[in-house]
């Protein structure tokens, strides 16, 4: 049995497996997810688990280089993306519209879809390297 780190099978899988500007997306509860992405369901009930518990665990474990969050982020769901730069303090940012963030979505290797019920509240997450 795994001592540390993620336990989820497929999550902890989906990270072995990443390789260098590779994607991934920890998503709300309501973001469309492409058809042909995989999805990773970890969503319970309304807000479990939450998007930002999602984010800082694959944290541990995931070297990210990048992210990009939706502009509407910012003004709909600002102290999400203020704990999101937080979280992700180091990492390069992006901006795009909403629109485009659904698109980009399209190039993940997984949507992991979280309980979170807040607006907006979905990230790209770049995998970067160790050296």
Known sequence: MKKIGIINSEL???????GHMDTIV???SGLPI?????????????????????LETILVEMQVERYTL???M??????????????????????????????LTRQAKAVIRTGEC????????QSGVTF
């Open 12 to 18: 902890s899988k989906l990270i072995s497996v990443l």
């Open 118 to 125: 807040s607006p907006y509240a979905n990230v790209i997450l």
């Open 74 to 103: 910012r003004e709909a769901n600002p102290e999400l993306f203020k704990q999101t730069q937080r979280a992700l303090d180091g990492a390069e940012a992006a901006n795009v519209t909403h629109a485009q963030f659904k698109e």
């Open 70 to 72: 939706a502009d509407e």
């Open 34 to 54: 492409p058809q042909g992405v995989r999805r990773i369901d970890l969503a319970l009930k309304r807000g479990v688990p939450g998007y930002l518990e999602t």
């Open 26 to 28: 920890i998503a709300d």
